[in-house]
């Protein structure tokens, strides 16, 4: 992987605190230097969240304790997280200091499980990793301390499963899009733990991560790490849908593929698909003149610079439901590279009509190349107005190549998200709407 | 002791350098004794929550020079702060008719191999990757805990870079645990620029430095009366006009907090005197600020000139909304000699205020002048204050302390803290432009926008009643400063756990 990175657009393993933040009454606590937790949260964050920002815990390493070691402060700030916030999962998370002194976290957390406290640990490292892996790391931690310890039924429910999609804040639209997964699996008749965020029911809910029939990873590569151990763990099976599903196209494929799987009466699903599609198209029906039609000049070629699931997951409906052809790809999630030729075969099959479409896909976390490699690339297409997906630093690129920018990665800056969600039929809708908004404001 | 050394590679850190503490609760006066007779000592928490690190600190004041590049020489998470300075620099420069141009910040992304097997090669590609990508007329290495522990020698890296890219390529030490006041890294900030850029002085400048961060220019106008011009530094300044900055006739504290090291050590190593009043916050304070300037650029009659017009178009404006505060309290929370500084403004407005919760406290500056001092200047004109607590963002204490303080109007300096304000229902006011406040016109500012919070008070309170709140009622009931040394909660050690 790259040395240099002009621009990240992820955070190390520690920034996984902000996934128990996204959990209802999660507290993290940090093993980590004093900046650490106001950094990722920089990147990441929405907000405090209810224990996240200036209110979680932090042992703020100092020079001495890179010294001497800081598990007497670790075991005091947890003992006191305890009495002053109130918590439901309490989860204490490394930083680059513990991991290079070799703190033993495990025996100090292990004093309070042993008391049966609600408390996990993630020796997660700071450098050892980046969010994204520590975020598959931090949800196995949670199973196997917490989970699998306290939940009293682990029978299979039939129609229950789990749902591993969007990472917590590093993906912007994370509570929109998990509650537009959600929504479109309840559609078919399945009962759904989606785990993070205002849809869940928080602990209670995790609790019945074993009773799961089945689980559902959408993504190409992040949790997969998480179904396997499941599925090690519970004997609980997994579909994997390898980006998030953005308009009807790719809604349906993936209702269809989860029903099959789940063994669903087939008349069932079709009828909501149906029912779906019927509305959906009935919007597009009344755009389609706009978009066949405006004089003024409409986006048509895009370049991305975002994590490979929402690239191929947005690159898919923009070609095949709104004409606008993917340029240069830029998969800035340090996505392993025994993932990546999976990634491309999305590419090389993008067109729903089987054309072949030579799309450029480049792997690389820094961005700041991108934006050089998109520049250039630009100047073969004067003709063509631009849109980017990407994030707040690709503001001054969209401004010097006039290109219309749809934010759809961190860092955010110019957009407010509470929660708005790019998946399912409503996503799709809510894309269009977002992208045309951005280019019809641009007209005086 | 003079405490600028930039023979060192690395800025000593401010507990060492100036006594800082980060935890006291007690009363202003006190804390101005007990600063005055050395007797402070920083006291420990058995509780704590996330802080800042001194490597943001740094970054703020360099990230924003106009042509150069930074190299943060750590794991990729220490960037997370990247994007938050280059959001502020983009919109300063549209401020400031300047054209549109991202921060060139690099990470060298140290990972878990690195630390095994080095990484200074890393460090060196990444440099000269920044330079061909930029072409900057400087780059600065910021460190990191990670670089730190590793141990490698940057500051050789460095010396070998800056002669084969012919530009300084120097180091800023600022490794996350070196301090628990993250205003240590302004510190840092300024040595490396003092140590590596700075030009010692080849004539007598028009101009006087104001050290400050992306504020807005309001000394400008005051300033030129005097007959000179003004430069801002370090955001927004040049590589060149850093290096000349040696030759200003002065230099104007917005905040000592924030520049006291800049200062002094301008002041120490060339010669360029300091304003060391208290900054122009109040009217009171304006009146002697001005005069202090004055005194300084050798124009004492421009001073009283300034100081009557201000008396007589602005201070009638004051003493209007004066009425509209009378009976009200407040509460203050901000760095330290700010926050400081905001008290004294608070307390001419006509508020009682009832306490301050300020992020550390410096017992002396670098220039050792008595007279630099803010809070006793508070204390001094308007008597004491007595819930006054030093408290690095803790904002379990600070709650505490508000949950029953209970303050009509709470003025806060530093996002994530107005929060709090909000959630118990309490008006708060953010300013964010450190200059807002300065100068006469700087105190009908505050005073009018205090006027709207107050009066704005329907969101608040609705937002108030369905906002959550993490803290337990077991916490609400100890005293603010229950964790701290001395505090009743100090020994905890095989006392059960609460319930809950």
Known sequence: ?444 | MPTINIDEPAVLIREKRLGTINAYSGTAEELVEKSHSKQLKDSKRRFSQCLGCNAGQALCQLSMIEDVAIVNHAPVGCAGDFSGFNFVYRIEQENRNLPERNGRYFSTNIQEKDTVFGAIKKLEETVEKAYERVHPKAIFITTSCASGIIGEDIEGAAHKLTEKLGIPVATCTCDGFRSKVWTTGFDAAYHTVLRNIVKPPKKKGNYVNVVNFWGSHVFDEIVKRFGYETRYLMPFSTIEQLQECSEAAATIHICPSLSTYMGAGLSQLYGVPEITVPPAYGVEGTDRWLRALGEVLGKPEVAEEIIAEGHRDIVPKIEELKERFKGKTAYVMAGAAHGQALIHLLRELGFEVQGASVFHHDPVYDSDHPEMDVLQHAVQTYGDVKNYQVCNKQSFELVNALYRIRPDLILARHGGMTLWGAKLGIPTLLIGDEQFGIGYKGALNYARRIDEALDSIEFIKNYSEHASKPYTQWWLDQEPGYFQSGGSGKCTSGRPIAEL
């Open chain 1, 1 to 444: 992987m790259s040395s240099t990175i002009e621009q990240p657009r992820f955070t190390c393993a520690l920034g996984a605190y902000e996934s128990v933040v996204a959990i209802k009454r999660g507290v993290p606590i940090l093993h980590s230097g004093p900046g650490c937790g106001g950094k990722v949260g920089q990147l990441i964050a929405q907000g405090e969240g209810y224990a996240g920002g200036s209110t979680a815990p932090c042992t703020n390493a100092e020079e001495q304790d890179v010294v001497f070691g800081g598990e007497k402060k670790l075991r005091s700030v947890i003992e006191n997280s305890f009495k002053v916030i109130d918590g439901d999962l309490y989860v204490v998370i490394t930083g680059c200091t513990a991991a290079i002194t070799g703190d033993d976290i495990g025996a100090i957390v292990g004093e309070f499980q042993e008391e049966d406290k609600p408390i996990v640990y993630l020796e997660a490292g700071g450098f050892k990793s980046n969010n994204y892996v520590a975020h598959e790391r931090l949800i196995n931690a949670i199973v196997d301390q917490y989970v699998d310890k306290f939940a009293e039924d682990k029978e299979v429910e039939k129609g229950l499963v789990n749902v591993f999609a969007s990472v917590p804040y590093q993906d912007p639209f994370w509570n929109g899009n998990l509650e537009g997964l959600k929504r479109i699996l309840e559609g078919i008749g399945l009962k759904v733990n989606i785990l993070f965020g205002e849809e869940s029911e928080g602990v209670k809910e995790w609790l019945t991560i074993p009773k799961a029939e089945f689980n559902i990873l959408v993504g190409p590569w992040v949790g997969l790490n998480t179904v396997k151990h499941l599925k090690r763990l519970y004997g609980t099976p997994y579909i994997q849908f390898p980006y998030l599903p953005v308009g009807a196209v790719e809604t349906s494929r993936f209702l269809r593929q989860v029903a099959e799987f789940a063994g669903l009466e087939p008349e069932q699903s079709e009828k909501y698909i149906k029912k779906e599609e019927g509305k959906y198209y009935a919007h597009i029906d009344k755009m389609a003149s706009f978009m066949l039609e405006f004089r003024y000049g409409i986006p048509r070629r895009v370049y991305t610079v975002a994590d490979a699931s929402t690239s191929i997951g947005f690159s898919k409906f923009l070609l095949n439901e709104l004409g606008i052809i993917p340029g240069t790809q830029n998969i800035v999630d340090d996505i392993p590279e025994k993932f990546q030729e999976a990634v491309k075969k999305e590419y090389e099959d993008i067109s729903n009509l089987g054309r072949q479409r030579d799309i450029d896909v480049r792997f690389d976390p820094d961005a700041g190349r991108a934006q050089e490699v998109i520049e250039e690339d630009a100047k073969n297409y004067p003709d063509k107005r631009i849109l980017l997906l990407g994030s707040a630093w690709e503001k001054g690129l969209a401004s010097k190549l006039k290109a219309d920018l749809l934010i759809v990665s961190v860092p955010v800056q110019y957009r407010l998200i509470m929660n708005c969600g790019y998946t399912g039929y409503e996503g799709g809708l809510r894309t269009i709407e977002d992208i045309y908004d951005r280019v019809l404001a641009t007209y005086r």
